[in-house]
T-cell receptor, first 115, second 115 residues
Framework: AQSVTQPDIHITVSEGASLELRCNYSYGATPYLFWYVQSPGQGLQLLLKYFSGDTLVQGIKGFEAEFKRSQSSFNLRKPSVHWSDAAEYFCAVGASGSSGDKLTFGTGTRLAVRP | DAGVIQSPRHEVTEMGQEVTLRCKLISGHNSLFWYRQTMMRGLELLIYFNNNVPIDDSGMPEDRFSAKMPNASFSTLKIQPSEPRDSAVYFC?????????????FGPGTRLTVT
């Protein structure tokens, strides 16, 4: 069975600073990897996803993530954070086929942005 | 497209009452997910339908919870009888296919309070 670990529960960064949110996964085959964002009072929205090919994936709102198979990681990055990026971020790993059909979410990282 | 539609947005009820949450999928989507989110337990998958068939209901807490898809575009989640520990935000999401592969589109959620 797959699993996802987001080691940071809360992160605070200053506006304009760079950001990296960590995500580690456990899965026996090539995973489908996702990052979702949840703004206060709203549902989750997809930021980006990785299925295959280029390991550096570009998403919406200026976010990117890099798949590193050797480290079982899929960290989310943004070069310059805006106050509107304050939200909760969820990493997720998907399985399909003989491994079953399931999307497993991490526990989330809450991002606060200092003015 | 209107996105995933959930109703009601807020529900306050007394312990023991029946609660019905409703969800309309995005047109053309064939997978439906019900999630529950609380501070203590985070985001939990309750049940997943594909082509109106329940695929994974392992997250349904107990017999008090039931979910149906009377047609391809609509679903209900019923709690009977409700208990204070059911208080949470309930999200519905839909997608074009397999849970582990396709982006899930989330509704705005129903905030349920059971007193």
């Amino acid at each position: 069975a797959q699993s996802v670990t987001q080691p940071d529960i809360h992160i605070t960064v200053s506006e304009g600073a760079s950001l990296e949110l960590r995500c580690n996964y456990s899965y026996g085959a090539t995973p489908y990897l996702f990052w979702y964002v949840q703004s206060p009072g709203q549902g989750l929205q997809l930021l980006l996803k990785y299925f295959s090919g280029d390991t550096l994936v570009q998403g919406i709102k200026g976010f990117e993530a890099e798949f590193k198979r050797s480290q079982s990681s899929f960290n989310l990055r943004k070069p310059s954070v805006h106050w509107s990026d304050a939200a909760e971020y969820f990493c997720a790993v998907g399985a399909s086929g003989s491994s079953g059909d399931k999307l497993t979410f991490g526990t989330g990282t809450r991002l606060a942005v200092r003015p | 497209d209107a996105g995933v539609i959930q109703s009601p947005r807020h529900e306050v009820t007394e312990m023991g009452q029946e609660v019905t949450l409703r969800c309309k999928l995005i047109s053309g989507h064939n997978s439906l997910f019900w999630y529950r989110q609380t501070m203590m337990r985070g985001l939990e998958l309750l049940i997943y339908f594909n082509n109106n068939v329940p695929i994974d209901d392992s997250g349904m807490p107990e017999d008090r919870f039931s979910a149906k898809m009377p047609n391809a575009s609509f679903s209900t989640l019923k709690i009977q009888p409700s208990e204070p520990r059911d208080s949470a935000v309930y999200f519905c999401a839909s997608s074009l296919g397999l849970a582990g592969v396709y982006e899930q589109y989330f509704g705005p959620g129903t905030r349920l309070t059971v007193t």
